[in-house]
């Protein structure tokens, strides 16, 4: 039995986690869960799934969810967030991370020392955090395991082989939901258009950056910290089927490469799971169906987000954070109508161009420096 703390459980990863944990109920136990204002949802699973511990977003609704389920505890906010990563002191614990944007990093590094292993689908973590969380993980000898497709069929194709035999690592990008306009024809584009993503059902502000790329430029850098591998062996591939998740070359030129149906529940349940492979009951791909896989190159000209954020991960220091932070800011105010589509790279290049780097690197100065990129960008642009 793994007992686990599920940050983020109303969100798309955490249903999709609790499905997999409906499934293994001899498996898994919820201990706590975390989520910020689906209150109705938030209900549902205690209701299910009888965590001891629940923190929400505002303290009113944790006052109120208090009333109906007084054998519970219950926090709220940062604090809150930070108690459900930490919460009881059960052995054979998972934390599995599935908070949108850098309100992840604090509670990973607290379980994180703690002594907890991390399932992570939070990759803003390690983008702004990666030199602090590599350090931690080494010191209190716990597990971090990819939730993202891209970084779990990384793992699972460099499994018992050595990193200085990877000769290069290849992330595929579906491309988003714009992959087929040109730079012109993105001026006009809407919210709803920007939400339709071809192939994979996911939240909001990640289906944004897939249409960026800001995504897949994120992703490098979590690969970079994840597996140990310099920047000049990462490389990204436009493969609009999504069904190869990522592939591995090694030096004797052998390539492996991780296939599947474009599907979350299976990296969740590999990472859920992990050391063991258990069965799911998901669709198997069928080549036959299927016909045919395609290739193009990822253009940085025509996604110069991609570029920007891979800069900005060798700089190091708060550079990440400040583009991290920027682009949060961005397409928040992208959904909510504020700016124009092509506007949210023109606000991440500002950002970089106005706050100064800092390769000190400390929890502090990142939170310091997410909200000062982020009332920049708000003060300007709502």
């Known amino acids: 039995m793994k007992y686990l703390y599920l940050l983020g459980a109303t969100g798309s990863i955490g249903v999709q986690t609790l499905d997999i944990v409906r499934a293994n109920s001899d498996d898994f136990k919820i201990i706590a869960i975390a989520a910020n204002k689906n209150i109705v949802k938030v209900r549902e699973i205690i209701e299910e799934f009888s965590p001891e511990f629940v923190s929400v977003g505002y303290e009113r609704d944790a006052i109120e969810l208090q009333k109906s389920f007084p054998n519970i505890s219950f926090g709220y906010g940062e604090k809150g967030l930070i108690a459900a990563a930490t919460y009881g002191s059960i052995k054979n614990d998972l934390v599995i991370n599935a908070v949108v944007g850098s309100a992840g990093l604090a509670p990973t590094i607290q379980a994180i020392q703690k002594g907890r292993n991390i399932a992570l689908a939070n990759k803003e973590t390690l983008v702004i955090g990666g030199e602090l969380i590599t350090k931690l993980i080494k010191k209190h000898n ?23 035999s990877i000769k290069r690592i290849i992330i595929t990008a579906s491309g988003g939901s714009f992959r087929d306009l040109t730079r012109n024809e993105l001026k006009n584009v809407t919210v709803k258009d920007a939400l339709k993503h071809p192939n994979w059902s996911m939240g909001s502000k990640i289906t ?18 994840l597996f140990g591998v310099d920047y000049d062996k990462i490389e990204t591939v436009l493969h609009k089927e999504s069904v190869i998740h990522s592939l591995v070359e090694f030096h004797d030129t052998s390539i492996i490469a991780h296939l599947g149906n474009p599907d979350m529940r299976v990296p969740i349940n590999y990472a859920l ?104 960008v708000l003060l300007k642009y709502s």
Do not use: W
């Open 142 to 164: 716990v597990s971090l395991i990819p939730i993202d497709s891209e970084h779990s069929a990384i793992m699972q194709c460099i499994n018992g082989e050595e990193t200085s």
């Open 208 to 225: 944004i950056d897939s249409a960026t790329m800001m995504n897949k430029g994120l992703e490098v850098i979590e690969a970079h910290y």
């Open 273 to 376: 799971h992990y050391p063991k492979r258990t069965s799911y009951s998901g669709k198997s791909l069928d080549f036959i169906q299927l016909g045919s896989l395609h290739f193009e190159e990822l253009s940085v000209t025509r996604f110069p987000l991609l570029k920007m954020a891979i800069e900005a991960g060798k700089s190091k220091g708060l550079n990440p954070t400040t583009l991290n932070a920027a682009n949060e800011a961005s397409v928040g105010l992208f959904l909510n109508g504020k700016i124009s589509f092509i506007q949210i790279e023109e606000i991440i290049q500002e950002c970089l161009n106005a706050f100064d780097n800092d390769l000190d690197v400390t929890l502090d100065k990142i939170m310091k420096r997410d909200i000062e990129v982020k009332n920049y």
